[in-house]
């Protein structure tokens, strides 16, 4: 490991525990929460733009998942443990089919809102959206610093799609040296 890369990785650490911080001692939501939007952030880009998409899809999550915490409660009385069956069908074919809008699909993301709201063990009510909202806003801010401070001490421009190949993309090579990797025009060969 390079110094620039233990300095990018110690400055991303910092912003994660002064995110953590935040939610635990100023503004009161759980930090755990805040990790389901700085998790949300790195899942498809990782740019401001990406990350708002990605914080919305959080969101929308978060909203199914109240939804299905009312209806829940609404089926049980109906249908006792049963409740369980349609209920996650439902929930599934909604989550599901955010895929094909054409902006707002990050369906990773939006299970992370759902699975976050059930995790909670929260009432389905606008003040428990609010307060994940909260803590996930946070984490998609925090992710969105750590990306830039990791483009900064790693001396690496940000890389628009995995984050994981910025930090162990080999530097670019001299032209016309290979270092032994493969033609990608070359045809497929029976090794």
């Known amino acids: 490991m390079s110094m620039n890369q233990f300095k990018a990785i110690f400055g991303e650490s910092i912003v994660a525990c002064l995110a953590a911080t935040v939610c635990a001692l100023l503004i009161d939501v759980p930090v755990w929460a805040m990790f389901i939007g700085w998790i949300a952030f790195f899942t498809h880009g990782i740019t401001a733009r990406d990350g708002a998409i990605n914080l919305a899809c ?30 996650v ?27 976050g709201y059930f995790a909670s063990q929260l009432p389905p009510t606008l003040d428990t959206f609010v307060e994940l909202s909260t803590a996930s806003t946070l984490g998609v801010a925090a992710g969105l610093l750590a990306s830039l401070v990791k483009k900064h001490w790693s001396g690496q421009a940000v890389n628009r799609g995995r984050l994981d190949e910025q930090a162990s993309a080999p530097p670019a090579a001299a032209k016309g040296c290979d270092h032994g ?4 025009t070359a045809l497929p060969t029976n090794r």
């Not at 909604?94 to 902006?103: A, R, T």
């Not at 990797?181 to 990608?184: K, T, V």
């Open 58 to 87: 959080v969101l929308i999550g978060l909203a199914i998942g109240i939804a299905a915490g009312v209806a829940g409660a609404a089926l049980a009385p109906h249908l006792g443990a049963w409740s369980i069956t349609p209920l």
């Open 89 to 115: 069908l439902v929930v599934t074919l909604v989550v599901l089919s955010l895929q094909v809008l054409p902006l707002i699909n990050n369906v990773l993301a939006s299970f992370l809102g759902l699975v």
């Open 181 to 184: 990797s493969p033609d990608r």
